[in-house]
């Protein structure tokens, strides 16, 4: 099946896109959420899922001032061996009311990993953060590249494979103008959906106050993956077979 957000990543079959707006990728028996409820919702107000991968790292904290101005919050996608070697800031994540989930240990490409591997990535991320008292619910494979082993492993620890709809690109604009730039095009284009950004780049967070602002400007509610999902428990608890 071909994920219409993201033409160049197929899912596993069997699968469920569960809507034209978002992707959520998992092997399940269960029925798929009513798209049209969903699409119906952000055009009354764009429903905003900010995602922030591979950190907490040295810049993360100054990205939580900026959040925390806006009230914003938002889901922070770790790296495992970041977590063991900044566990106060994630600490600091959860406790101003973000979202942390699980991003892998040490960012490899998963479709190169043997099954094996790629379960020891993604539990030894889990057992860091939940040493933190922290239960992820999702799993983002690094680049968003990923196999049907890889949903099998995540869904072993309970989580949902989870991609994005919206590709910020600051691993491409490396200076504020670009980065503010790009987003301006995208927010033309469509607004509201999940967006994929990185708190570890310095350009990223110095760029957020205005792209926040440009977005709650356009009617952004800003909200976690959970919330995100909440009115669809279907895509939120969806299982593999077997």
């Not at 029925?31 to 907490?56: I, M, N, S, W, Y």
């Not at 890889?150 to 103008?177: I, N, S």
């Not at 790009?182 to 205005?210: C, Q």
Request: proline content about 7%; aromatic content about 8%; glycine content about 6%.
């Amino acid at each position: 099946m071909i994920c219409k957000s993201n033409p160049k990543h197929i899912c596993p079959p069997p699968a469920v896109l569960a809507a034209a707006s978002l992707f959520v990728c998992a092997c399940v028996a269960t029925r798929a959420p009513d798209p049209t409820t969903t699409l119906a919702q952000h055009k009354e107000q764009p429903v905003c899922a900010l995602t922030f991968d591979d950190g907490p790292g040295r810049h993360t904290v100054q990205l939580l001032d900026v959040l925390r101005s806006r009230n914003a919050h938002a889901t922070f996608f770790v790296l495992g061996q970041q977590v063991r070697r900044e566990p106060q800031v994630v600490r600091l994540i959860a406790a101003e009311g973000h979202e942390v989930d699980n991003h892998s240990f040490d960012h490899p490409d998963f479709r190169h990993l043997s099954r094996e591997d790629q379960q020891r990535e993604i539990d030894a991320t889990q057992t860091a953060l939940r040493s933190l008292g922290i239960e992820p619910k999702f799993f983002r494979p690094p680049y968003g590249d990923y196999d049907v082993d890889t949903v099998r492993a995540a869904a072993r620890d309970g989580l949902v494979v989870v991609l994005w709809t919206t590709d910020g690109k600051d691993w491409k604009y490396h200076t504020v103008h670009a980065l503010e730039a790009n987003v301006e095009r995208d927010l033309k284009v469509n607004i509201g959906g999940i967006y994929l950004f990185h708190d570890v780049h310095a350009w990223t967070v110095d760029a957020m106050p205005s792209i926040l602002d440009r977005m709650a400007a356009q009617g952004c509610r800003f909200v976690t993956l959970s919330e995100y999902f909440a009115g669809q428990p279907e895509a939120a608890t969806a299982r593999p077979q077997g």
